[in-house]
Every structure is written in structure tokens, then in C-alpha cells.
């Protein structure tokens, strides 16, 4: 059978008069967009920007809901009410959903951001109220999360959604499977030929190596990258080229 794995990235996180990244570059090299919802980035004409690029350049669009913090960027933790955050869910979903109607397109997939992603990873009740909220605003909607986790998993298949496992090839990976914390050295990948061959093992070998030295099991349908990352748009074309000239199909979920 023949190897196929979906290319995505964390885009439309500029904001206001502050700009973030290189999205309408990286476009050309991915083939699903995660659209920050305005809660931790982005605002309505970032949204619709990035949207419309997306569309135009025959990327999936997904949305990318996070924690509403602006200031932390959405990767400080939170204690939050399970309800509040499925209608924060419900809420960033639907605001992109309609910008992606207004571009002739649909939804696709949704992928929680930062801290709200981490946490739901590893918490039963966060991971339902995420779940719940996706569900609520379209059963046909993937659900992204971190390959390996139960809690995401369970959740999405309690809700009658598709889980799509994805891994990450610009951060690095404990022993135990866990993203290392950005505030460690070594917890960001800035190589594009690191990044690459570490999409390689993720798609062949189904492995991944952790900043410890130990190789991991894991199955991923998509690798991200982060559309923050100063080196995203080189990681990006060497990833797709990478795969590619491996014989690797890159392609978005499938809906």
C-alpha cells in the first residue's frame, strides 16, 4: 500500500499591526491550514486572508481554538470550566466556518491550539468538552490531536467524530511521548534537514526519536508544523520534498 500522510500548519497568527509569519509561502508546501480563531491570534481580517489564500491555493482549512489569551499566545495553562470551554469551542469553530462558506469552502478539521491541545492530551474532561464542542458545530469535522493520546482519542470517538493522530516534526519529544516544553533547550527544531528526516521515520518507520536517544512507536495521519517557527517556511519545503521524493503521497484528510 502505498505511504500517505497529511502536511499541516499552524497559520493565520498575525494580529492587528503585528504580523507573524510567511502563511501565503508556506501554502504552496502544505496541505491543510489550521486558522487561529481570534482567541489566542489572529482577528477577523487575518481570518479572512488566511481563508482565502488557503482556498485559492487548494489547502484544507481547519479550525485552530485555543484559550482566549492574546497576551500568552494561548500556551499558558488554565483551569477552565468544561462548559465554558465547549461553547469557546462552538464559538471559534463557527466564526470560521462561516469565513470559509463566504470562500466557497468547508471545514475540514478542527485542532485545538497550545495549552487548551496539551491539556486535553492528558485530561479526560477537557478532552470531552473539546470534543463536545467540535461535535456541536459539525459531526462531519475531524478532530486533531496528539498522536498517542487516549484521553483525545476516546473523546472523539465517544462524539461520533473521526481522530485524526497527528505528530510533530519542528519539536522535539520526551520519553514518554510528550512535546518537550519550549522552555527547554533543544524543544524547537529549526534544521529543515532535521525536520525531514524526522518526517521520513514518522511515515516509514512509524517512529520518532525522543530528545533522550530512545526511539518511540507512533502513528500519525498528519505532521505539523508551526507557522511561528523563524524557520517554517525552509522546514516546510524540505519536509514536502523530502516526502515526496520518498514516494510518500501528501494529501489533506480526507472528510
Known amino acids: 500500500m502505498a505511504l500517505r500522510i497529511d502536511l499541516n500548519a499552524d497559520l493565520g497568527e498575525a494580529f492587528g499591526a503585528y504580523a507573524m509569519g510567511a502563511d501565503e509561502a508556506v501554502l504552496a508546501y502544505v496541505t491543510s491550514a489550521n486558522v487561529a480563531c481570534g482567541f489566542h491570534a489572529g482577528d477577523p481580517t487575518v481570518i479572512d486572508r488566511t481563508v482565502g ?3 485559492r491555493a487548494g489547502v484544507a482549512v481547519g479550525a485552530h481554538p485555543g484559550y482566549y489569551d492574546l497576551r500568552g499566545f494561548g500556551r499558558r495553562e488554565m483551569v477552565a470550566d468544561p462548559g465554558e470551554v465547549e461553547a469557546d469551542v462552538v464559538y471559534q469553530v463557527g466564526a470560521l466556518a462561516a469565513f470559509a462558506r463566504s470562500h466557497g469552502a468547508h471545514l475540514t478539521h478542527v485542532k485545538p491550539h497550545g495549552a487548551l491541545y496539551n491539556q486535553a492530551a492528558r485530561e479526560e474532561g477537557l478532552a470531552r468538552a473539546v470534543a463536545r464542542g467540535v461535535a456541536r458545530a459539525g459531526r462531519e469535522l475531524v478532530l486533531v490531536g496528539l498522536a498517542g493520546s487516549s484521553a483525545m482519542r476516546r473523546a472523539a470517538e465517544t462524539e461520533g467524530l473521526r481522530f485524526a493522530a497527528e505528530a510533530f516534526v519542528d519539536r522535539a519529544y520526551d520519553a514518554q511521548g510528550h512535546l518537550v516544553p519550549r522552555s527547554r533547550p533543544g524543544a524547537l527544531i529549526t534544521d529543515p534537514s532535521s525536520a525531514a528526516a524526522k518526517a521520513l521515520r514518522l511515515v516509514r518507520d512509524r517512529v520518532v526519536g525522543s530528545i533522550d536517544g530512545a526511539d518511540l ?10 507557522g511561528d517557527n523563524p524557520h517554517v517556511l525552509a522546514i516546510a519545503r524540505a519536509v514536502r520534498e523530502a516526502l515526496e521524493g520518498a514516494g510518500v503521497s501528501v494529501q489533506a484528510l480526507a472528510r
Open 217 to 226: 512507536p507512533m502513528e500519525a495521519d498528519t505532521l505539523c508544523l508551526h
Open 53 to 55: 489564500r488557503a482556498v
